[in-house]
């Protein structure tokens, strides 16, 4: 069974361009979650999605991100006209209905120059 | 504002010892805690976690303590082993039914075991 997979593992986008991040969870999980990690901070919770769900967005930035987790195929989440700051590590996370533990990815690293 | 704090940035323990790792939280409506390491370029694993109704989770050679009056909660991890090395995060959330919604995280501990 593999575990949650996120790619690419680095992505190097220029000032305006788009950012997409893709997270297949694992096998059997419905529920995924975003976090970002920006340098020398904890994990920021960013959104929660289950198939064609968002579930709950309280952390997702108002403006240029977005999130989907579709019926079919992986959970993307896009970030339009990056800037500098956006440049984090984004971790997605997996968990099954019933409400388990969740197991995170490798995560994206996205440098903005 | 802060609300988990992990205020030691870096712990040094020699292999065998027991490893202390410490957590303060302000937020009263927390009622889920879990603890996560990660190394170098890989996502955070889950470690252990313990709901708000008990003061204590054992698993092996990791216990997590709860002490809700004081806003508090520790890992123990005994006896260290070098494998430990890694960051410890530990995280809170307001829902007790597992998953990772809404998780708040501190900035973690670089645990280092000395040989």
């Known amino acids: 069974n593999a575990g949650v997979m996120q790619n690419p593992r680095h992505l190097v986008r220029r000032r305006g361009q788009e950012a997409r991040l893709r997270c297949s969870p694992m096998?059997?999980?419905?529920?995924v979650y975003w976090y970002r990690q920006l340098p020398e901070e904890g994990l920021k919770f960013m959104v929660y999605?289950?198939?064609?769900?968002?579930?709950?967005e309280s952390g997702m930035p108002k403006e240029r991100f977005s999130a989907e987790f579709p019926k079919e195929g992986p959970s993307i989440l896009r970030i339009q006209q990056v800037v500098r700051g956006d440049s984090a590590a984004y971790f997605c996370?997996?968990?099954?209905?019933?409400?388990?533990?969740?197991?995170f990815g490798q995560g994206t690293r996205l440098t903005v120059v | 504002d802060q609300q988990v704090k992990q205020n030691s940035p870096s712990l040094s323990v020699q292999e065998g010892r027991i490893s202390i790792l410490n957590c303060d939280y302000t937020?009263?409506?927390?009622?889920?805690f879990l603890w996560y390491k990660k190394y170098p370029a890989e996502g955070p694993t889950f470690l252990i976690s313990?709901?708000?109704?008990?003061d204590k989770n054992e698993d092996g050679r990791f216990t997590v303590f709860l002490n809700k009056s004081a806003k508090h909660l520790s890992l123990h991890i005994v006896p260290s082993q070098p494998g430990d090395s890694a960051v410890y995060f530990c995280?809170?959330?307001?829902?007790?039914?597992?998953?990772?919604?809404?998780?708040?995280f501190g900035k973690g501990t670089h645990l280092i075991i000395q040989p």
């Open positions: 995280a809170a959330s307001p829902y007790s039914g597992g998953g990772a919604d809404g998780l708040t």
């Open positions: 937020n009263s409506m927390f009622d889920y």
């Open positions: 999605l289950q198939k064609e769900n968002i579930i709950d």
């Open positions: 996370a997996s968990s099954p209905p019933e409400g388990t533990e969740a197991f």
């Open positions: 313990i709901s708000s109704i008990k």
């Open positions: 096998k059997g999980h419905s529920h």
